[in-house]
């Protein structure tokens, strides 16, 4: 498969509302402060969170949909999108497993699959410490073709709290590759139906976004991932 020639990694979660977008578009903006080309997508059809990626990596976001598209197609669509890229950045939808129906069809865990991109998990770490460790052993485990590279722990309290969750996460063998605090400064407005769309905020947008990839700078461990990245195998 020619995709596998772009480094490349799907930022997931285990649900929605676990941070997700805020993680992508940051790593996006953070990637591309330091000089990476990087092409952002997103799985599924959404047409907000690519308005952010896109604001953050200075070219278009794009859409993988399997089921729009055919499975078939969507290497083919990701290797025409990242072309000159440096790395690429697939933003998840949903669940990492949750697809069509009671399936796995169209699922980030689906795109994560056919474009043999290592995953990395972001865990809402809130309310919660050892627990963490549990439910990314569950994640890691459930489907042996997607490749749980690593963790990113989202709303993490203190420094306490992040010592406890990286504590009981380090016999599970997935790595954590950043932890970021709760920071309300940096929650995106939302509406009925999801995130503000960026073209309708302007310069506030951009503020937005630069602060996200100063957050995630700061938060992961950006070598890290990059590395995690450039795992992706090479064509077979």
């Not at 129906?101 to 474009?115: C, I, K, P, Q, R």
């Not at 203190?158 to 969750?165: A, G, Q």
């Amino acid at each position: 498969m020619t995709s596998r020639r772009i480094p490349r990694l799907v930022v997931a979660a285990p649900s929605s509302g676990s941070g997700k977008t805020t993680v992508a578009t940051g790593l996006i903006a953070a990637l591309r402060a330091r000089g990476t080309a990087v092409s952002p997508h997103k799985a599924g059809p959404d047409y907000i969170d690519p308005g952010y990626h896109a604001l953050a990596a200075g070219r278009p976001g794009r859409n993988l949909d399997p089921w729009l598209v055919g499975e078939e197609r969507v290497a083919a669509l990701f290797l025409h999108g990242a072309a000159g890229a440096d790395v690429a950045v697939v933003e998840g939808v949903m669940g990492l497993f949750d697809g069509r129906g009671d399936t796995g069809f169209a699922s980030t865990a689906h795109v994560a699959e056919l474009l043999a991109a290592p995953v990395v998990l972001v865990v809402d770490a809130a309310r919660q410490s050892r627990s963490v460790a549990a439910l990314v052993h569950g994640f890691a485990s459930f489907d042996p073709r997607v490749r749980l590279g690593g963790v990113i722990l989202n709303r993490v309290g203190s420094d306490r709290h992040e010592e406890l969750c990286r504590s009981a996460l380090e016999s599970g063998g997935v790595p954590v590759l950043g932890a970021i605090r709760r920071d309300d400064a940096v929650v995106n407005p939302s509406r009925h139906l999801g995130l503000v769309p960026a073209a309708e905020r302007g310069a506030d947008a951009v503020r937005a976004v630069e602060r996200l990839g100063e957050l995630v700078a700061r938060s992961c461990d950006l070598d890290a991932l990059l590395r995690l990245a450039a795992t992706a195998p090479p064509p077979a």
